[in-house]
């Protein structure tokens, strides 16, 4: 019976102990719950705490990249602009480089005129010699009763005091071009060679040509003969005093051509 009573004591003890444990491990089960809730918890910020940082540094590379462009972009219009200034600097100097070269022009060619007007009317009469400048060329304008006899593209005797005195400014000049144009009326013309008015006005052009270049040395090269007949009149063909007006030589000074093109095409694509 002693031996009995013992053995209860203990079993009641273990089982004692038993609901010990029992309710230990409910506290555990229950203590770990909570640190898997916690620890979801904290993963779950830890998450959007590292996709916040994701977003950060894509949104600072995006603007560092934006800044990086702006930079270039900066740089870019501060070159463009600088480029810009040079140009419009180089094109004032190229404007005002001719300008300054029209003002010479100019100014030569109005030397030229003065020359010609007080060397050529001396003993002729102003009427049958016009000078004038129009630009840079400068227009001698010659009737044919000086030059020529009525219908012919013979030189007479007496325009060569002229012609030697025009040759000598032209040959005082060896930039310059000069244009012999020849000019009549309406009148209808038909002998020998002679067709028609073209073939006077150009025949009376060479001729002065050929004085120039053969009697009084002018280049050749810098010569032009044109015919230009009928029609460019200065006055109606009417009278015979107006027909009269019409029949002249023009002998135009003039800079050469392919170099007023050489200054117009100077640093073109600056």
Not at 219 to 239: C, F
Request: aromatic share 6%.
């Amino acid at each position: 019976m002693v031996s009995s009573c013992v053995s209860k004591k203990k079993f009641v003890e273990l089982e004692t102990k038993h609901d010990l444990s029992k309710t230990e491990l409910v506290d555990l089960k229950a203590n770990l719950q909570k640190c898997l809730i916690d620890n979801e918890r904290e993963s779950t910020k830890v998450f959007t705490l590292l996709e916040q940082i994701k977003y950060l540094q894509e949104d600072k590379k995006t603007a560092l990249k934006q800044v990086e462009n702006l930079t270039v972009l900066t740089q870019s219009s501060s070159d463009n602009i600088k480029t810009v200034i040079s140009q419009l600097s180089e094109k004032d100097k190229y404007i005002n480089g001719i300008r300054e070269a029209m003002t010479q022009k100019d100014s030569l060619n109005l030397a030229i005129k003065f020359h010609l007007t007080k060397n050529l009317t001396d003993g002729i009469r102003d009427e049958d010699i016009e000078v004038n400048v129009e630009k840079t060329v400068v227009f001698i304008s010659i009737s044919d009763k000086l030059l020529f006899k009525s219908g012919s593209y013979n030189v007479t005797d007496k325009a060569y005091t002229v012609l030697e005195k025009i040759a000598k400014v032209i040959n005082d000049q060896p930039t310059m071009e000069v244009m012999i144009e020849g000019h009549t009326d309406t009148t209808p013309i038909k002998r020998d060679i002679i067709q028609d008015n073209w073939d006077l006005s150009a025949l009376r052009a060479t001729s002065i040509t050929r004085i120039l270049q053969y009697k009084y040395g002018v280049q050749p090269e810098r010569l032009i003969a044109a015919g230009r007949s009928q029609y460019i009149p200065l006055a109606p063909n009417d009278t015979a005093a107006n027909k009269s007006i019409n029949r002249r030589t023009k002998i135009i000074i003039m800079p050469k051509l392919n170099q007023f093109f050489e200054l117009l095409e100077q640093d073109a694509t600056k």
